[in-house]
């Protein structure tokens, strides 16, 4: 049984869109983290999110986090084909537990 | 190079077979982590590290599977009598510690693969 939700399984936009990627979480963890990762790599870590209600930004790339820390999100804005890769919601007590992760394609 | 290495890339072997993955941790972290990814699992913890212990077992599919890590730095899994189901990419993370904030640093993957 997952204990993580990521929706959608795949996204495929054209460059300069705007994409949402969703986590759900049935269990409350210490932090909750996004990595993404590229074909024949490891993941790479995006941002970690503790607070609930936590808003967070890097770039083009936005995090939320819930109030009850069960939820986040990761929007960006007007994506790029570097935006390209498997983005993965990771619920952290010490150990990662992963979603499914979300397959996303920016077309040139 | 200053990031988690792992070795081989890749593995090929035949089912029944013994196989040992290796990863060198970043220099100074003390938290090792194994993951399992495949299709139709997703990413899986296998097994976590603290030092030179092992805390944390609970995500090692089955007694062919086993992990050491010496010198609070290399660590080594190892699959004794290897089956299909092992096929996989296997992951090793290091971080800092427990209690710190800063995600895991990921190796590029050892891909296993079992005929």
């Known amino acids: 049984t997952q204990l993580l939700e990521q929706s959608p399984q795949f996204l495929s936009i054209q460059e300069g869109e705007n994409l949402t990627v969703y986590c759900n979480s049935s269990?409350?963890?210490?932090?909750l983290q996004w990595y993404r990762q590229e074909p024949g790599e490891g993941p790479v870590l995006l941002v970690t999110v503790v607070t609930g209600g936590e808003v967070k930004k890097l770039k083009r790339l936005t995090f939320q986090f819930g109030d009850a820390r069960k939820d986040s999100s990761l929007h960006i804005t007007a994506a790029q084909p570097g935006d390209t890769g498997l983005y993965l919601c990771a619920g952290d007590d010490y150990k990662l537990s992963f979603g499914a992760g979300t397959t996303v394609t920016v077309r040139a | 190079g200053a990031g988690v290495s792992q070795s081989p890339s890749n593995k090929v072997t035949e089912k029944g077979k013994d196989v040992e993955l290796r990863c060198d941790p970043i220099?100074?972290?003390?938290?090792l982590y194994w993951y399992r990814q495949s299709l139709g699992q997703g990413l899986e913890f296998l097994i976590y590290f603290q030092g030179n212990s092992a805390p944390d077992k609970s995500g090692l599919p089955s007694d062919r599977f086993s992990a050491e890590r010496t010198g609070g730095s290399v660590s080594t899994l190892t699959i004794q009598r290897t089956q299909q189901e092992d096929s996989a990419v296997y992951l090793c993370?290091?971080?800092?510690?427990?209690?710190?904030?800063?995600?895991?640093?990921f190796g590029p993957g050892t891909r296993l693969t079992v005929l």
């Open positions: 993370a290091s971080s800092p510690g427990r209690g710190r904030l800063v995600g895991q640093f």
């Open positions: 269990s409350v963890f210490s932090s």
């Open positions: 220099s100074g972290h003390t938290a």
